[in-house]
């Protein structure tokens, strides 16, 4: 039975406060007069390194008639499907190890922890080429993984790895980690050990307590860093382009290709638009179904 | 218990302090990642096109400039000395007093050959006339863009080819500027020779790292190279940017006389690539090949000579295919239309052109000279491994031919390529 305080009073003080603050909206919101400033930097920012490159590409596009050109270029529609389902591929790998990664952060000894964020951040801070071009010497047909598996006696003929299209998985998942473990790290780091401990005093297995209790708490971690790190997948260049197979190029690598190629850059321009957009609609979609932007607004 | 209640209260709001910080401090790594990631994704518009850089890759540099020489440390006596005993003729001599310009402009696509360029052409020309040399690295076709006049002239010269001065006489915009008549290449093909300074004849050879293969087994045409049985192992081929030389080489392979090249049957020429596409390993920058052939990834490799030539100046020993048939495709330095420094550009032509020179550069990068005036300046030996020694059996890219069907060839690589 609900209780009900005496008069109006609930719905005239909500009225109340609203009808008052009506002059200047940016100073109520920011509480105070100048600090509507704030904003120009941001939004210097976001329209000379964004809207104004993307005004460019459309220009190119229209000027250059590209848009025909790259819907009916049959490589560009056969790199669709499978930039798709390579960045797919990459957001379960590297959300299934990130995750790992971050619970071992969080329930590691201090010296392991400095030696897993240590690790974590080294890959973080080198510079993209430098760790692709590690993971080419890796996996070249006599490269470094060759060496050990031959020194164990494990193979003989030389791998077969380096420019087919499953080389450059590794790779990027490696790329990505950092991706996903700092969001689902900072989801873990604010798990109650209280409630694993209630659920262990209750009878529940390990796996039960990963599944109903951990899991859940860290899936807004998990799903920001999924989502971030499918939509850099889509539009990734150096690591498949390098390692990948040449008859299986990516979206991007057609870009590239294109732009480098005289007398294409409409269709290059076009070609980025649309990849532009369809992450713009992935992200859309997952923000409605995942309600990502929450897990920004919340930090 | 008051003060149990209070460091209880104290406690709580710590641990609620704690997770803020940490959702926080979580987001805030997570906020330069996300501008990290607009940065390590679009990494990729390298300068890869004919040559050097990538990846494609690598990574996005747009003109970095690299100056050749300081102009004041270079003594004026030093000046005069060279110009006395270089016998510069009147013209020359003419040309390179009149320059009023504080520097001129290059575009390179850097690596071995432009290494040479610094210590044969730049830093002489700058010890001669004080004028300094700025060298830009070419991002993707921008040099192209420019002598078409597509875009505004940033440089005065670029490195380019035949074929880009072929498509900038059909389709360019604005006329292309000439270089001095006395100092025009007499080797140089002749519908660009007015066009073309600082050029050099390349040639697509096969090559192969000693004991890959039996000294009397040894590959020696390029039917050789297509031949996976006889020869096993991987094949180094250019990536999809680049077409130049590949189906000269393939149809050379499949039977076809040198003279009976042109026009090129693409068809044939593609299924005889196809015939080894398994076998085939590709690169994007050049700098790729020699990591290819030193990490035994690949058995044989399709280059330009100056590739193997950099790797046996590092000390590398490679058997590079001279028995077959070369490919020879001539490099130019092209003025572009409209440049900032047009008297400093047209002196440095002429500089260049000086036959030591030339014989200076060819010698550094194993590239042919383009007049018959620098082979008089080279030894028997030296002039023995040039691309376009006299004695070598040889066959140069038709520019207008290939220019021609250009638009045919790139369907066709994409074809190839997917």
Same mark, same amino acid.
């Given at each position: 039975?609900?209780?009900?305080?005496?008069?109006?009073?609930?719905?005239?003080?909500?009225?109340?406060?609203?009808?008052?603050?009506?002059?200047?909206?940016?100073?109520?919101?920011?509480?105070?007069?100048?600090?509507?400033?704030?904003?120009?930097?941001?939004?210097?920012?976001?329209?000379?390194?964004?809207?104004?490159?993307?005004?460019?590409?459309?220009?190119?596009?229209?000027?250059?008639?590209?848009?025909?050109?790259?819907?009916?270029?049959?490589?560009?529609?056969?790199?669709?499907?499978?930039?798709?389902?390579?960045?797919?591929?990459?957001?379960?790998?590297?959300?299934?190890?990130?995750?790992?990664?971050?619970?071992?952060?969080?329930?590691?000894?201090?010296?392991?922890?400095?030696?897993?964020?240590?690790?974590?951040?080294?890959?973080?801070?080198?510079?993209?080429?430098?760790?692709?071009?590690?993971?080419?010497?890796?996996?070249?047909?006599?490269?470094?993984?060759?060496?050990?598996?031959?020194?164990?006696?494990?193979?003989?003929?030389?791998?077969?790895?380096?420019?087919?299209?499953?080389?450059?998985?590794?790779?990027?998942?490696?790329?990505?980690?950092?991706?996903?473990?700092?969001?689902?790290?900072?989801?873990?780091?604010?798990?109650?050990?209280?409630?694993?401990?209630?659920?262990?005093?209750?009878?529940?297995?390990?796996?039960?307590?990963?599944?109903?209790?951990?899991?859940?708490?860290?899936?807004?971690?998990?799903?920001?860093?999924?989502?971030?790190?499918?939509?850099?997948?889509?539009?990734?260049?150096?690591?498949?382009?390098?390692?990948?197979?040449?008859?299986?190029?990516?979206?991007?690598?057609?870009?590239?290709?294109?732009?480098?190629?005289?007398?294409?850059?409409?269709?290059?321009?076009?070609?980025?638009?649309?990849?532009?957009?369809?992450?713009?609609?992935?992200?859309?979609?997952?923000?409605?179904?995942?309600?990502?932007?929450?897990?920004?607004?919340?930090? | 218990?008051?003060?149990?209640?209070?460091?209880?209260? =104290?406690?709580?709001?710590?641990?609620?302090?704690?997770?803020?910080?940490?959702?926080?401090?979580?987001?805030?790594?997570?906020?330069?990642? /996300?501008? !990290?990631?607009?940065?390590?994704?679009?990494?990729?518009?390298?300068? #890869?096109?004919?040559?050097? #850089?990538?990846?494609?890759?690598?990574?996005?540099?747009?003109?970095?400039?690299?100056?050749?020489?300081?102009?004041?440390?270079? !003594?004026?006596?030093?000046?005069?000395?060279?110009?006395?005993?270089?016998?510069?003729?009147?013209?020359?001599?003419?040309?390179?007093?009149?320059?009023?310009?504080?520097?001129?402009?290059?575009?390179?696509?850097?690596?071995?050959?432009?290494?040479?360029?610094?210590?044969?052409?730049?830093?002489?020309?700058?010890?001669?006339?004080? /004028?300094?040399?700025?060298?830009?690295?070419?991002?993707?076709?921008?040099?192209?863009?420019?002598?078409?006049?597509?875009? +505004?002239?940033?440089?005065?010269?670029?490195?380019?080819?035949? %074929?880009?001065?072929?498509?900038?006489?059909?389709?360019?915009?604005?006329?292309?500027?000439?270089?001095p008549v006395f100092a025009q290449e007499d080797l140089f093909p002749e519908d660009y020779r007015k066009y073309s300074w600082g050029s050099f004849f390349l040639a697509y050879v096969p090559a192969f790292m000693p004991g890959t293969y039996p000294d009397d087994a040894a590959p020696k045409s390029w039917a050789d190279f297509f031949d996976t049985k006889k020869f096993p192992g991987k094949r180094a081929w250019p990536g999809k940017s680049y077409i130049e030389g590949t189906r000269e080489a393939a149809l050379l392979a499949d039977g076809v006389a040198p003279e009976d090249l042109y026009p090129i049957d693409v068809a044939r020429a593609h299924a005889k690539i196809e015939s080894i596409w398994d076998d085939l390993v590709f690169y994007d920058e050049y700098s790729q090949i020699s990591t290819f052939l030193t990490t035994k990834t690949v058995a044989m490799t399709f280059a330009p000579n100056g590739i193997y030539a950099g790797? %046996?100046?590092?000390?590398? @020993?490679?058997?590079?295919?001279?028995?077959?048939?070369? /490919?020879?495709?001539?490099?130019?330095?092209?003025?572009?239309?409209?440049?900032?420094?047009? @008297?400093?550009? %047209?002196?440095?032509?002429?500089?260049?052109? %000086?036959?030591?020179? =030339?014989?200076?550069?060819?010698?550094?990068?194993?590239?042919? +000279?383009?007049?018959? !005036?620098?082979?008089?300046?080279?030894? +028997?030996?030296?002039?023995?491994?040039?691309?376009?020694?006299? @004695?070598?059996?040889?066959?140069?890219?038709?520019?207008?031919?290939?220019?021609?069907?250009?638009?045919?060839? /790139?369907? @066709?690589?994409?074809?190839?390529?997917?």
């Amino acid at each position: 039975m609900r209780v009900r305080p005496a008069g109006r009073s609930p719905v005239s003080a909500e009225a109340a406060p609203r009808a008052r603050s009506r002059p200047g909206l940016a100073r109520s919101a920011l509480g105070g007069s100048g600090t509507t400033w704030l904003l120009v930097p941001p939004l210097v920012f976001l329209g000379t390194l964004l809207v104004v490159p993307i005004g460019f590409l459309i220009w190119e596009t229209v000027v250059r008639g590209g848009f025909m050109d790259a819907v009916g270029n049959e490589t560009f529609r056969n790199s669709i499907p499978r930039t798709f389902l390579m960045a797919l591929i990459v957001s379960v790998l590297a959300l299934l190890f990130g995750t790992i990664y971050a619970l071992a952060l969080v329930i590691a000894p201090t010296w392991m922890k400095v030696v897993l964020f240590f690790a974590l951040f080294t890959i973080f801070w080198t510079s993209l080429l430098v760790r692709t071009y590690g993971w080419i010497l890796l996996i070249l047909p006599q490269g470094a993984l060759y060496w050990a598996l031959h020194g164990l006696g494990l193979r003989d003929a030389p791998l077969d790895i380096y420019q087919k299209p499953p080389a450059p998985y590794p790779a990027m998942v490696h790329v990505m980690l950092p991706y996903v473990v700092l969001p689902v790290y900072a989801a873990a780091r604010s798990l109650d050990p209280m409630h694993i401990r209630a659920a262990r005093v209750l009878g529940a297995k390990p796996f039960l307590i990963l599944r109903k209790v951990v899991l859940p708490q860290l899936r807004p971690g998990m799903v920001s860093g999924a989502i971030l790190v499918f939509v850099m997948s889509l539009g990734f260049y150096v690591t498949p382009q390098l390692l990948g197979a040449a008859r299986s190029p990516m979206v991007a690598s057609l870009i590239g290709t294109y732009f480098n190629t005289p007398n294409r850059a409409g269709t290059a321009a076009a070609m980025s638009l649309l990849l532009l957009l369809v992450v713009v609609i992935v992200y859309l979609v997952a923000d409605r179904v995942f309600k990502v932007s929450e897990q920004w607004g919340r930090g | 218990m008051d003060d149990l209640d209070r460091r209880r209260e =104290q406690e709580l709001s710590r641990r609620a302090l704690l997770r803020r910080a940490g959702l926080g401090a979580g987001s805030l790594i997570v906020l330069p990642s /996300v501008l !990290a990631a607009c940065g390590g994704s679009d990494d990729g518009t390298s300068s #890869s096109a004919a040559a050097s #850089s990538a990846a494609p890759a690598t990574a996005a540099e747009t003109a970095a400039a690299t100056t050749a020489a300081t102009a004041a440390e270079t !003594a004026a006596s030093t000046a005069a000395e060279t110009a006395a005993a270089g016998g510069e003729s009147a013209e020359l001599k003419a040309l390179l007093d009149a320059i009023t310009s504080k520097k001129v402009i290059v575009g390179s696509y850097g690596g071995g050959t432009e290494e040479a360029r610094k210590k044969a052409w730049w830093d002489p020309f700058t010890e001669r006339t004080g /004028v300094e040399v700025v060298v830009v690295d070419i991002p993707g076709v921008l040099g192209d863009d420019m002598l078409t006049g597509k875009i +505004p002239s940033e440089w005065d010269a670029f490195h380019g080819s035949p %074929q880009e001065t072929q498509t900038a006489l059909d389709t360019g915009t604005k006329p292309l500027p000439e270089v001095p008549v006395f100092a025009q290449e007499d080797l140089f093909p002749e519908d660009y020779r007015k066009y073309s300074w600082g050029s050099f004849f390349l040639a697509y050879v096969p090559a192969f790292m000693p004991g890959t293969y039996p000294d009397d087994a040894a590959p020696k045409s390029w039917a050789d190279f297509f031949d996976t049985k006889k020869f096993p192992g991987k094949r180094a081929w250019p990536g999809k940017s680049y077409i130049e030389g590949t189906r000269e080489a393939a149809l050379l392979a499949d039977g076809v006389a040198p003279e009976d090249l042109y026009p090129i049957d693409v068809a044939r020429a593609h299924a005889k690539i196809e015939s080894i596409w398994d076998d085939l390993v590709f690169y994007d920058e050049y700098s790729q090949i020699s990591t290819f052939l030193t990490t035994k990834t690949v058995a044989m490799t399709f280059a330009p000579n100056g590739i193997y030539a950099g790797m %046996q100046r590092k000390g590398v @020993d490679v058997n590079v295919v001279w028995d077959a048939v070369a /490919v020879l495709n001539a490099n130019n330095m092209s003025i572009l239309p409209e440049s900032p420094n047009p @008297d400093a550009i %047209q002196a440095l032509a002429a500089f260049v052109a %000086q036959p030591d020179r =030339q014989a200076e550069f060819a010698v550094l990068t194993n590239y042919g +000279p383009p007049s018959t !005036a620098a082979f008089s300046k080279l030894t +028997p030996e030296q002039i023995a491994i040039l691309p376009n020694n006299p @004695d070598r059996v040889s066959v140069t890219v038709d520019a207008k031919a290939t220019a021609a069907v250009y638009d045919e060839l /790139v369907a @066709d690589n994409e074809k190839l390529f997917s």
